[in-house]
């Protein structure tokens, strides 16, 4: 079981060997956290390092959750030491690559099998490189606030991910065609006995895509400890809720999986939200799963408020949404009055972060700059926030204040 004091203690040889002193733990005002969040937040967020990890903003300790700063979104490709750390349970595993195994089996599989680490290496590999976003970034934005982990905007990544296709996985068992959903476990666990395993499902549509891989590498590496070594599920396009981490049990299911962290947790209102990929399965009135990312923007070079030169300024960020791709950026400087369009740069694919910027003509004073993304189907951000009860799917504009 990881501890506070394994923490500290780990982090700490870890910085000793390579020279560097112990992690700073920032007092809260020294934390960069994002306008709007709970005031009360202040008092237990710090930055951070985990061993492995460059310093986090600490949202909790157990389980551990800490966001990325805006100054890590600069590039398309968030580094690996700089990556968000996600945990609903405490006991976060020390797995032994050697000794790993995968079940695979389940009611709706023809068979049943065990895969290591060396048999997933050795199937057929496909990169990807996709947006890994808790469904609840953004939550501590939604106003009024409401409950869990008070997330910033930086509970994201995006990282190019390495490993064996779900679908070849599951082909060694073979699917029974009563098959409807399959459902994930990891390795990490509850501390208390009453708390329910953090186990997931997808659809076998869903599960069977090109794109849905067990990953081993990130980044051209292997899994960070904090981000699910040595393997775990990547579902692109869909929030990080499905990307179980440290996979030991991968089951076929004729029946809707159960369990708290299927039905009533994360789950949005039935319709209020733009939608394509629909898991229907596990709909129920009033509510249904969340699934794929809304399309979304975050300008990433300054932060609100800051001071500029009057003239040209260069303002830029990353846009993102669920796998249809950015097609246009907007910027507005009048309060969204008039728009115009942002220079996209660097297309790595779909699923990933799409950089881009604008050329803002500041003038002395007070400069406001508005963003807006518009994906390739049509889907655009929200001007208002749209509420739900668990701070989902936060995409509302941007519009942050420049002073020259």
């Given at each position: 079981?990881?501890?506070?004091?394994?923490?500290?203690?780990?982090?700490?040889?870890?910085?000793?060997?390579?020279?560097?002193?112990?992690?700073?733990?920032?007092?809260?005002?020294?934390?960069?956290?994002?306008?709007?969040?709970?005031?009360?937040?202040?008092?237990?967020?710090?930055?951070?390092?985990?061993?492995?990890?460059?310093?986090?903003?600490?949202?909790?300790?157990?389980?551990?959750?800490?966001?990325?700063?805006?100054?890590?979104?600069?590039?398309?490709?968030?580094?690996?030491?700089?990556?968000?750390?996600?945990?609903?349970?405490?006991?976060?595993?020390?797995?032994?690559?050697?000794?790993?195994?995968?079940?695979?089996?389940?009611?709706?599989?023809?068979?049943?099998?065990?895969?290591?680490?060396?048999?997933?290496?050795?199937?057929?590999?496909?990169?990807?490189?996709?947006?890994?976003?808790?469904?609840?970034?953004?939550?501590?934005?939604?106003?009024?606030?409401?409950?869990g982990?008070?997330?910033?905007?930086g509970?994201?990544?995006?990282?190019?991910?390495?490993?064996?296709?779900?679908?070849?996985?599951?082909?060694?068992?073979?699917?029974?065609?009563?098959?409807?959903?399959?459902?994930?476990?990891?390795?990490?666990g509850?501390?208390?006995?009453?708390?329910?395993?953090?186990?997931?499902?997808?659809?076998?549509?869903?599960?069977?895509?090109?794109?849905?891989?067990?990953a081993?590498?990130m980044?051209?590496?292997?899994?960070?400890?904090?981000?699910?070594?040595?393997?775990?599920?990547?579902?692109?396009g869909?929030?990080?809720?499905?990307?179980?981490?440290?996979?030991?049990?991968?089951?076929?299911?004729?029946?809707?999986?159960?369990?708290?962290?299927?039905?009533?947790?994360?789950?949005?209102?039935?319709?209020?939200?733009?939608?394509?990929?629909?898991?229907?399965?596990?709909?129920?009135?009033?509510?249904?799963?969340?699934?794929?990312?809304?399309?979304?923007?975050?300008?990433?070079?300054?932060?609100?408020?800051?001071?500029?030169?009057?003239?040209?300024?260069?303002?830029?960020?990353?846009?993102?949404?669920?796998?249809?791709?950015?097609?246009?950026?907007?910027?507005?400087?009048?309060?969204?009055?008039?728009?115009?369009?942002?220079?996209?740069?660097?297309?790595?694919?779909?699923?990933?972060?799409?950089?881009?910027?604008?050329?803002?003509?500041?003038?002395r004073?007070?400069?406001?700059?508005?963003?807006?993304?518009?994906?390739?189907?049509?889907?655009?951000?929200?001007?208002?926030?749209?509420?739900?009860?668990?701070?989902y799917h936060?995409?509302?504009?941007?519009?942050?204040?420049?002073?020259?």
């Amino acid at each position: 079981m990881l501890t506070r004091r394994h923490l500290i203690g780990t982090a700490g040889a870890a910085l000793a060997v390579s020279g560097l002193s112990l992690p700073k733990l920032a007092e809260a005002s020294g934390v960069d956290l994002s306008p709007g969040v709970p005031g009360d937040l202040k008092d237990v967020a710090a930055m951070e390092a985990l061993p492995g990890k460059k310093p986090l903003i600490r949202l909790s300790y157990r389980p551990p959750n800490y966001e990325s700063p805006l100054e890590y979104f600069r590039t398309p490709i968030t580094p690996n030491d700089q990556f968000f750390i996600r945990y609903h349970l405490s006991d976060i595993p020390d797995v032994d690559a050697k000794t790993y195994k995968i079940a695979v089996g389940g009611d709706a599989a023809n068979g049943q099998t065990e895969i290591t680490l060396d048999d997933l290496k050795k199937m057929p590999a496909v990169e990807v490189v996709a947006v890994n976003q808790c469904s609840g970034n953004r939550r501590g934005l939604s106003n009024p606030h409401v409950p869990g982990v008070e997330w910033g905007y930086g509970a994201m990544g995006c990282a190019r991910w390495k490993g064996a296709r779900l679908k070849d996985v599951l082909d060694k068992v073979g699917l029974k065609k009563e098959a409807i959903e399959i459902a994930f476990n990891g390795a990490d666990g509850p501390a208390y006995d009453k708390t329910p395993d953090f186990i997931k499902s997808i659809p076998v549509w869903k599960a069977i895509e090109e794109s849905t891989i067990i990953a081993y590498e990130m980044n051209g590496q292997p899994l960070p400890q904090f981000n699910g070594f040595p393997a775990r599920i990547v579902v692109p396009g869909w929030t990080g809720t499905y990307w179980i981490k440290h996979i030991i049990a991968i089951n076929a299911l004729t029946k809707p999986q159960g369990g708290f962290w299927m039905n009533p947790a994360y789950r949005i209102p039935l319709g209020k939200f733009p939608l394509v990929a629909r898991f229907t399965s596990q709909e129920y009135a009033p509510n249904t799963p969340i699934t794929e990312i809304v399309v979304s923007s975050l300008i990433t070079s300054h932060h609100d408020g800051d001071k500029v030169k009057p003239g040209k300024v260069t303002v830029s960020g990353l846009a993102w949404d669920g796998g249809y791709g950015v097609r246009v950026v907007e910027v507005s400087t009048d309060g969204g009055k008039t728009w115009s369009n942002a220079t996209l740069g660097q297309d790595l694919g779909n699923y990933a972060f799409r950089p881009w910027s604008f050329e803002l003509s500041a003038k002395r004073g007070k400069n406001t700059v508005m963003v807006n993304a518009t994906n390739k189907i049509g889907q655009s951000q929200t001007a208002e926030l749209i509420f739900n009860p668990a701070g989902y799917h936060n995409n509302v504009m941007q519009n942050l204040t420049l002073t020259a």
